[in-house]
């Protein structure tokens, strides 16, 4: 006797579902676009994150953007893109890019999920990970933004560490 399988006791779990229960669990505001996204916001110390999940069951894969709550003027913009490609040297995960229509600054990754199922622990870090890298370069986008400096020395600014005690 042969028994078949459908495809819907063999697919994974949707993990936007979980992501879902996250946001709920931990009072983000957010809202489901339908089964395969996800947008939410998320308070930073420098400003909310526009958090955004895209599910690909094709690719088996969860795609995660955390937007930056600024835009880069068109007269910034290739300046910006200098600042992406030195802060992108210094990432072990992810890469920060440039929304091309609004010039919104995200950070963004994949995770290939193939024959796995996403567990809260590597959403909350993923999510963390992210905030924290905007977070250390917020300084950065705002000092190559809005303050005119090129991109080196945005990220000198940005990072200058302080030595000795106060």
Avoid at 133 to 140: N, Q, W
Wanted: charged content about 25%; hydrophobic content about 45%.
């Amino acid at each position: 006797m042969t028994t078949m399988i459908s495809p819907l006791e063999s697919a994974a779990p949707n993990p936007i579902d979980l992501i879902e229960t996250i946001a709920a669990c931990k009072d983000w505001t957010f809202e489901r676009r339908g089964d395969q996204e996800m947008a939410a916001e998320v308070p930073g110390h420098w400003c909310d994150y526009g958090l955004f999940f895209a599910w690909s069951e094709d690719l088996d894969a969860l795609h995660f953007s955390c937007a930056f709550d600024m835009r880069t003027p068109k007269a910034r913009r290739s300046e910006i893109l200098e600042l992406l490609a030195l802060l992108n040297e210094r990432l072990w995960l992810g890469h920060f890019a440039l929304w091309t229509e609004t010039g919104i600054p995200m950070f963004r990754h994949t995770v290939l999920l193939t024959g796995q199922d996403l567990n809260r622990a590597t959403v909350e870090e993923l999510v963390e990970i992210a905030i924290g890298e905007c977070e250390r370069f917020y300084p950065a986008f705002q000092f190559a933004i809005w303050g005119g400096k090129s991109a080196q020395e945005a990220i000198d600014a940005a990072l200058l560490e302080t030595v000795g005690e106060a």
